[in-house]
């Protein structure tokens, strides 16, 4: 995985480009769960999931369908009162979509463990993208407060936050342009 952070920036990004919408917040809180959930998968270790099976870490959670899923379960829970507007409700369901599958294709940039089952449930083959100059990121927090931990924060930094908060900016002055 990448860590936390990341993915939770990730999804802050993928959200900048409508933070004049008056649902914006609620957008972005379940965005950022969704791009943190595909993680829990990690409990199969403890319960004896092989990690390379389908439901083992980076498996189905991290897939375009699983996540595409979740977030239509989010949008029918949360998102009611934009039934009345298709535009709306398609807007939440597609931020909230990215926001999850941006988690496996974060995750298929780091050089450790096994690849993302993005096909799953049509194939389960892992993948990464062929160039992953991101570290992969350990598990707990003490973890980042070792020379490891450093050099996973210096390459999310360089690979992860710097381009996604480039693209932030961009998207900002973009709408600001629209508005003037
Ligand atoms: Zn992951």
Redesign the pocket.
């Given at each position: 995985?990448?860590s936390i952070f990341s993915?939770a920036f990730v999804a802050y990004g993928v959200n900048s480009t409508f933070t004049e919408h008056p649902y914006w917040k609620r957008c972005l809180f379940f965005s950022i769960v969704l791009s943190v959930l595909?993680?829990a998968?990690v409990i199969g270790f403890l319960i004896g999931v092989p990690y390379d099976s389908p439901w083992g870490?980076?498996g189905a959670?991290?897939s375009i369908v699983f996540s595409m899923m979740m977030a239509a379960l989010v949008t029918a829970l949360f998102f009611r009162d934009y039934f009345q507007s298709k535009m709306r409700l398609l807007a939440a369901f597609t931020l909230l979509s990215l926001s999850a599958i941006s988690?496996?294709v974060?995750?298929a940039f780091t050089n450790g463990g096994l690849g993302?089952g993005f096909f799953w449930p049509f194939d389960n083959t892992r993948y990464f993208f062929p160039y992953h100059p991101v570290q992969v990121s350990p598990i707990g927090i003490s973890a980042f407060f070792s020379h490891y931990g450093l050099k996973v924060l210096l390459s999310e930094l360089i690979f992860i936050i710097l381009p996604t908060t480039a693209f932030i900016i961009v998207s900002k002055i973009y709408s600001k342009m629209r508005k003037d």
């Open positions: 995985m990448a993915h595909p993680d998968d870490h980076r959670t991290h988690h496996g974060l995750d993302v």
